[in-house]
């Protein structure tokens, strides 16, 4: 009978943040689902069922292949670059600056995560800036060629990339910062008694026994980056000031086939296509992850 | 194997004075244990050795090279943690060959070494196991395997034996016991444990508030305590302490504690009399004797081992443990009477707290 009240009581207790978690959270998620085997131009009352046709037509579609491409080049730059920076740069302030400045420098790279995306990126695009931006300064003063940052097709994504890291790198650092003081001491003292280097340990010991840590920020930045828009939006924007044509993400063009063309089905089977890439990465992540736990 | 000496090292970290001018000179191939209170110094000192902490002064020596400032895995030792310090991510196998393979060495000298180590400690059978796949007496001897293969001059034990519950210890001493005897390398091992500095030691070091106040073996440290710290921290159950003066009676010189009981004390103490002294008596050198004799009072506590009786009894303001060989039937309450072997009491100065001699 006890148990039974407790039950009662449990569920009661849970029911409102799981009525307000599926609603937020789920109906989204199914309503996304539904409406990419549907036909619905926002306006209309009529949403016709037309099956996977979305999905055929996504597979000729030389915009979404474009945005595509682009999309898993950045979140996969920004992975690459995010992941070791990151811990190179969490080893020095855990290791090189203990006490006294590294409450500075952890948040001298936590800032950019903070900071409102528009006017980073703003900033950013003026460091890029073909003629007045610092970075072609730079160049040019050791007698380089300066560049279109902003307009090659190539550079504009590196660009984003740049841009999309340093703002990962802050939150990174922080849960690898983390990871690093949960290391016991006296595993480097045997350590270094056993004959390692500092760059050893680091290698030998910091970096696999912070699999975990690694996995977890990956499977954050992979999301992050394949969600990327507003830097893409602002920082590269075209020929006629056009924003966020010239590197064209899925995000960007899910809005415009639906607020732009009224193709609401269309863009809710692309970003069934994102959850899906999502879902498969993470969980190859996460069996990585289980792995090592087993071992 | 080397020997190794520590001359006038001190350490300090601020203001606080960790270890403050210890000489200590350990014979090559000895087996020394430092031994202690807790915040003695002794760990710190040890980690001096291994070159874990800086030496503020004075120096140490292996091997006739002082080492002051050479590189801790260029000091050709081994260490083995309180917590074992095994690398979670790498086999047994690979933990224990980690030295060699940063050393350089091939793979088949690895292979043959460790094999070699793990032959010695029964853990051929775990080589390909992780570390929490083991059981703590296990890992305990990986972490000893790990010290071996490296084939160091010396051995450096930070309290290994401490995770481990009573019975294990006891089989783990005697396995380090035998590993010494079998390697003869030179050992320094810590810990706070008397008992384990008692049973394994060759020469034992009495540190105490960063001091050293004792060197001597194990039976040395127990026959002749040079102050009251030692008497009370090596022994047990504890040495009992009573309070009183040194005094002319009949002709003779006695010890008379504060509630007026008299012991002997022997000729040519080195004590004057009216001197205000301390007798440590071990609770194992008291025996029954006869009313009026010795130290007499009630029983407050009868704890029967089988083997041996353990009693407190009640002396005025002071209480005396005693341990019996025999069986009482007495009882809580009851009179009993006791008195020290000849030649067992310790006289010590109270001022000093330094022993005067054997009473």
């Not at chain 2, 029954?288 to 007499?296: F, T, W």
């Not at chain 2, 029983?299 to 002396?315: A, N, W």
């Amino acid at each position: 009978m006890l148990r039974r009240k407790r039950w009662l009581f449990a569920i009661l207790a849970i029911l409102p943040t799981l009525a307000i978690f599926a609603w937020l959270r789920m109906y989204p998620i199914f309503e996304t689902l539904r409406l990419s085997l549907h036909k619905w131009d926002i306006l209309s009352k009529n949403k016709p069922f037309i099956g996977l046709a979305n999905f055929q037509e996504l597979l000729k579609d030389r915009l979404f292949h474009e945005a595509l491409l682009n999309t898993t080049i950045i979140a996969f730059g920004v992975l690459i670059i995010t992941i070791p920076t990151a811990m190179v740069l969490a080893a020095l302030i855990h290791y090189r600056t203990r006490s006294r400045v590294s409450g500075f420098y952890e948040t001298a790279i936590f800032l950019p995560h903070v900071v409102s995306l528009v006017p980073a990126a703003m900033a950013w695009k003026w460091i890029f800036d073909a003629r007045l931006g610092p970075l072609n300064a730079v160049l040019t003063f050791f007698g380089f060629e300066p560049q279109a940052w902003l307009f090659d097709p190539t550079l504009s994504i590196i660009s984003v990339i740049v841009l999309c890291s340093w703002q990962a790198l802050g939150y990174a650092v922080l849960i690898y910062l983390v990871g690093f003081k949960s290391l016991p001491v006296s595993l480097f003292e045997a350590a270094k008694l056993d004959g390692a280097s500092g760059p050893q340990s680091f290698w030998f010991l910091s970096m696999p026994m912070l699999k975990p840590i690694t996995l977890y920020v990956s499977v954050v930045t992979l999301v992050s980056g394949f969600n990327v828009y507003a830097q893409a939006f602002v920082l590269a924007s075209d020929a006629q000031g056009a924003p966020g044509r010239q590197v064209r993400v899925l995000v960007l063009d899910m809005l415009e086939n639906s607020f732009r063309n009224y193709r609401v089905g269309y863009a809710a089977s692309e970003a069934v296509v994102l959850l899906l890439i999502v879902l498969v990465l993470t969980l190859i992540q996460f069996s990585l992850l289980r792995e090592r736990g087993r071992a | 194997m080397a020997a190794v000496e520590i001359r006038n090292v001190a350490k300090s970290f601020g203001p606080t004075d960790i270890i403050r001018n210890v000489n200590v000179e350990v014979p090559d191939g000895a087996f020394v244990v430092l031994v202690g209170p807790s915040g003695c110094g002794k760990s710190t000192l040890l980690r001096m050795i291994a070159g874990l902490e800086d030496i503020d002064k004075g120096e140490i020596v292996i091997g006739g090279r002082v080492i002051n400032d050479v590189e801790p895995k260029h000091r050709d030792i081994a260490m083995v943690f309180q917590n074992y310090a095994l690398y979670p991510h790498m086999t047994i196998a690979e933990n224990m060959g980690f030295s060699l393979r940063l050393a350089k060495q091939s793979k088949t000298e690895i292979a043959r070494r460790v094999g070699d180590a793990a032959r010695i400690l029964g853990l051929t059978d775990y080589l390909h196991r992780f570390p929490k796949q083991l059981s703590g007496g296990q890992r305990q001897r990986v972490a000893m395997g790990r010290a071996i293969v490296r084939q160091p001059q010396v051995f450096l034990f930070d309290e290994p034996l401490s995770n481990l519950d009573a019975k294990l210890r006891v089989q783990m001493r005697g396995e380090l016991k035998d590993m010494h005897a079998r390697f003869k390398t030179t050992t320094i091992y810590v810990t706070h444990d008397q008992i384990e500095a008692m049973t394994m030691a060759d020469l034992i070091v009495v540190m105490r508030d960063g001091v050293v106040e004792q060197i001597g073996s194990p039976l040395d440290l127990y026959d002749f305590p040079a102050n009251m710290f030692v008497g009370s921290f090596i022994g047990s159950p504890a040495m009992n302490f009573l309070t009183g003066t040194v005094r002319q009676h009949d002709g003779q010189q006695v010890f008379e504690t504060g509630s007026g009981f008299r012991l002997p004390v022997a000729a040519g103490a080195g004590a004057s009399n009216g001197l205000a002294a301390t007798l440590g008596i071990r609770p194992e050198h008291l025996t029954l004797s006869s009313r009026g004799e010795g130290l007499g009072g009630k029983i407050v506590t009868i704890e029967p081992t089988g083997s041996e009786t353990f009693v407190v009894v009640q002396l005025g303001a002071d209480k005396i443990s005693a341990l019996l060989r025999q069986r009482l039937t007495a009882s809580i309450g009851d009179e009993l009477w006791l008195a020290p072997q000849a030649g067992t009491t310790h006289l010590f100065d109270s001022a000093t707290t330094k022993r005067l001699v054997s009473a």
